[in-house]
């Protein structure tokens, strides 16, 4: 028998009775029945039972019914319920303020009804209640198994097993971020406030308790794939359902190691990331590759895209396995991208994604957001690199060699940055086999001007140029990042301009200064 105190006086003919003191102790869990009148009454009772007696050891001694409340409460009863009426008129009135004292549910029994009547009341409702919570248990485990048999599509399934349980939850990846949520804010930060561990663990909240269970890895050895939370009503609960939420999370295990094990390669997809392959290597033609994409109903070709390459580098093969997979998931399942675009391939040790043009957002700065925490991880073994936008589809083969390039080109000129796009660096490719003295003669003939200037001013300058260059001319920027006044900027500008004869308006002196302070980013990098 598993009820509060509260939930026994509602039950015929429990609920004849009455409660005449110890309000505050009615959330007590009443296990088990125990009617005794002997004089050890106390050594026999045991936590949680709820005591029936009709007070013949206590009529002539008051007082003894004080100690006996308390030896109640110490051994953790429930309750105790007195039938008035035959030794006692009513319960003597320091036995109604210990019981307040100590918070001890205190029942007055009702006349009419045998202590034999009161017991089969309460186990035929506890009966009622287990088989229909059992019941319950049972249709949720039988949805459970016609889900995994039959699973939704990916967006759904975290969603349909939350329907199926009738419990919120939560569902958190390999880094600890949210995939799914329909928790409230305050228990999510209190997730925040308790690490992920291997085991199940239950924490606390305000008015429910939350279950945290691991994901494990579909290989042995390796990391969690990540945790499911559940948001359980306070109260005792059978084995039985707690059961549901381990069968639960099995199947969110699941399907997240389908994902790390199939994303890249969907088994709808599975021939056009072998064709994708082999156009990339110059195997087969576009057209191969747009009819293979069209038989299976993958949305490529028909709009303008850039394609993104996430290239891993120096690390250990753990390690690699856990960033591709944190990148998987976010492509899967982080808001800002997952509406994007659901070409996302594996490719050697990179992953290729592609990309719609044309977004709100700028595509190096969505991706520097979005995978900001992954790259603190990774350090500079993470790498993004972004191509042209892309009109045609048989350009795709020339937007992957532009990702590969642009990593490439960033790895010689010493850019930490996360994200590079092609176009930041296409002149550095272009003019990269134009010999050193070439560049040393180009540069000294062109800056001298400024560079024989007194040191500090020089640096100034160049660097005020530079930043003005970077920034496609744009003054205000150029004065924020120096942190000077745009008038100043503006001053160091026209400077420059009268120390080499250029016109800041002539797009071909433009050129020639972009191409200037290449070179001698170059040259830096050639003596590191």
């Known amino acids: ?132 919570l059992l019941h319950g248990v049972l249709d949720k485990q039988k949805e459970l198994m016609r889900f995994a048999l039959v699973p939704a599509g990916a ?27 329909s928790l409230a804010p305050a228990e999510l930060e209190l997730l925040k406030k308790h690490p992920q561990k291997t085991t199940v663990q239950w924490l606390r909240a305000e008015r429910v308790n939350l279950m945290r269970l691991p994901l494990k890895s579909a290989e042995a050895g390796q990391d969690a794939v990540g945790s499911v939370v559940f948001q359980i009503p306070r109260g005792l609960r059978p084995k039985e359902e707690e059961g549901l939420y381990h069968q639960a999370a099995e199947i969110v295990s699941h399907h997240l190691n389908a994902v790390e094990r199939h994303y890249m390669e969907q088994s709808t997809q599975n021939e056009f990331v072998s064709l994708l392959k082999n156009y990339l290597k110059r195997h087969i033609s576009v057209d191969t590759l747009l009819e293979c994409a069209a038989s299976l109903g993958i949305p490529f070709g028909s709009k303008p895209y850039r394609c993104a390459l996430f290239h891993i580098s120096a690390i250990s093969e753990p390690k690699r396995e856990r960033l591709l997979r944190m990148i998987r998931q976010e492509l899967q399942y982080n808001p800002l991208l997952k509406d994007s675009s659901n070409l996302h391939f594996q490719i050697g040790d990179a992953i290729l994604t592609i990309l719609p043009a044309g977004a709100k957002e700028k595509a190096s700065h969505l991706l520097t957001n979005v995978f900001a925490d992954i790259a603190a991880e990774a350090g500079s073994s993470l790498r993004i690199s972004l191509s042209h936008t892309k009109i045609k589809p048989e350009q795709l083969e020339q937007a992957h060699r532009e990702c590969a390039d642009a990593r490439e080109t960033a790895e010689r000129l010493g850019i930490d940055s996360l994200v590079t796009e092609y176009e930041t660096v296409e002149m550095a490719y272009i003019f990269q086999s134009v010999p050193e003295e070439k560049m040393r003669r180009f540069l000294n003939m062109t800056l001298s001007p400024i560079i024989d200037k007194t040191p500090d001013s020089a640096q100034d300058l160049l660097r005020t140029l530079e930043l003005y260059i970077e920034n496609n001319g744009q003054i205000n920027e150029t004065a924020k990042q120096l942190f000077i006044h745009r008038n100043t900027a503006a001053y160091r500008l026209d400077k420059i301009g009268e120390l080499l004869q250029i016109d800041f308006k002539s797009y071909s002196d433009l050129l020639k200064l972009k191409l200037v302070l290449l070179f001698k980013h170059m040259l830096k990098q050639q003596r590191q």
């Open 155 to 181: 967006g759904d399934i975290f969603q349909t097993i939350a329907s199926i349980l009738g419990v919120p939850m939560a569902v958190a990846g390999v880094r600890g971020q949210i995939l799914y949520n």
């Open 1 to 132: 028998m598993y009820l509060t105190v509260e939930d026994a006086l509602k039950i015929y003919p429990l609920s004849e009775g009455r409660l005449t003191a110890g309000q505050k102790g009615v959330g007590r869990i009443v296990k088990s029945v125990n009617v005794m009148d002997a004089p050890d009454i106390s050594d026999w009772v045991r936590e949680g039972d709820i005591l029936f007696t009709t007070a013949y050891l206590m009529k002539d001694a008051p007082s003894e019914g004080v100690q006996l409340l308390r030896k109640l409460a110490q051994k953790g009863a429930a309750g105790i319920g007195i039938k008035l009426g035959r030794f006692w008129a009513n319960v003597p009135d320091d036995m109604l303020a210990e019981a307040d004292r100590l918070g001890f549910p205190l029942i007055e029994l009702p006349f009419p009804f045998t202590f034999s009547d009161q017991m089969k009341g309460l186990f035929n409702a506890e009966l009622q209640r287990s088989t229909k």
